[in-house]
């Protein structure tokens, strides 16, 4: 069993992971980024009995305050959005991984997804050549169909069709995600979720809709086209039948789920305007009669405040949540918002004496 690593540990690993992934990337890290992180990499040599560069000291009050190392941490995440440190682990993690199958991709997931598209792939040409399947367009409709032995063929036919549509839609977006940095290894089982839906769809697609004649070409190219369409796009099998359930319920004569949801939202909302226009229309009557009476100014302010303050709907998150989420957002460069702990460390924590700033200039760093 793997040694659990400790909180600074994984801080440590983590940051080394993003500088290397940026710096892979060609993008610009500060000097002081740099030097706080070999600092920190130059202790846990000495902690675990490795042997350090020559010269090489470490910086015991940088090393003492694990403030710096959080600092450091959400600094190299900045720089690297919008790639995750959690995506970055796990594709460095599989990259130093040794398998035979490592040329189509360094990734585990990628190679077991491909592996289904071939399958697919393989199966589709196979059942293709049968003379009982759909594709030969000579034979009759699919619901038509007498022998057990045709329709089945027919349906294994088109669950192939349907994963060559679901495979091709789930390597797609992996792809994606991988290349930007931000796959997460933890939704991976949703990837092969998603992949049996669209086996599902595909083939309710593909036998269930009624299509063309099928004693034409189109006719017969149609069912194992909605077959890859719908293993493709899944989602869109699923709203629709959705929409038909309701429209069906409608038909009937009662109310779908989501007709009584927006009913009930609306009823909610016009009782809350009416609460809102009663309590404010009170509010009103009584400053007018405050204004007549000679009230304080301050006073009449405070209730005038006071009223605003009721209209305001509560917020979920604080300012100090939603300030964070836009930094992080921004670009490091372009962010010009310190607190006073980060000011002072700017300042005095990590000021690089004269020499060295005068050879990172030089060499254009930070």
């Not at 809102?276 to 009669?289: D, M, N, P, V, Y």
Request: with cysteine; net charge neutral; charged share 25%.
């Amino acid at each position: 069993m793997p040694q659990q690593l400790t909180i600074r540990q994984h801080y440590v690993r983590d940051c080394n992971l993003m500088l290397r992934y940026a710096l892979n990337k060609g993008i610009t890290i500060p000097a002081s980024v740099i030097k706080t992180l070999e600092a920190f990499n130059l202790k846990e040599c000495i902690d675990h009995g490795e042997a350090i560069p020559p010269g090489a000291t470490v910086d015991e009050k940088v090393v003492g305050d694990i403030k710096t190392l959080v600092t450091t941490h959400e600094r190299l995440t900045k720089i690297v959005y919008p790639a995750t440190p959690d995506s970055i682990r796990y594709i460095s993690e599989e990259e130093n991984k040794n398998s035979w199958w490592r040329f189509l991709s360094p990734i585990s997931f990628i190679r077991q997804m491909m592996a289904a598209a071939f399958f697919c792939l393989l199966a589709f040409m196979g059942l293709s050549l049968i003379k009982v399947v759909g594709m030969d367009t000579s034979q009759t409709d699919f619901l038509g169909m007498e022998g057990g032995l045709e329709r089945f063929s027919n349906i294994l036919f088109f669950l192939t069709a349907a994963g060559l549509g679901a495979s091709f839609a789930e390597l797609f977006q992996a792809d994606e995600y991988i290349t930007k940095g931000t796959f997460e290894p933890r939704y991976r089982f949703s990837y092969w979720a998603r992949f049996m839906l669209g086996l599902i769809a595909g083939l309710l697609f593909a036998t269930l809709m009624p299509l063309g004649d099928p004693s034409t070409e189109m006719g017969q190219l149609a069912r194992p086209t909605m077959a890859m369409v719908g293993g493709f796009a899944s989602s869109l099998v699923y709203k629709t039948l959705k929409r038909l359930v309701e429209m069906v319920e409608i038909f009937i004569g009662g109310k779908s789920k989501a007709v009584k949801k927006v009913t009930k939202q609306r009823d909610k909302v016009f009782n809350e305007i009416k609460d809102i226009r009663g309590k404010l229309t009170r509010q009103i009557a009584e400053l007018s009669e405050d204004l007549n009476s000679g009230m304080d100014p301050k006073k009449v302010k405070a209730k005038v405040d006071k009223m605003f303050d009721d209209l305001v709907p509560p917020q979920e998150t604080t300012a100090e949540e939603r300030d964070y989420e836009n930094r992080k957002k921004l670009p490091f460069e372009l962010d010009k918002e310190h607190s006073a702990n980060e000011e002072q460390y700017r300042q005095y924590e990590y000021r690089i004496p004269a020499d060295e700033s005068v050879a990172d200039s030089a060499d254009n760093v930070g």
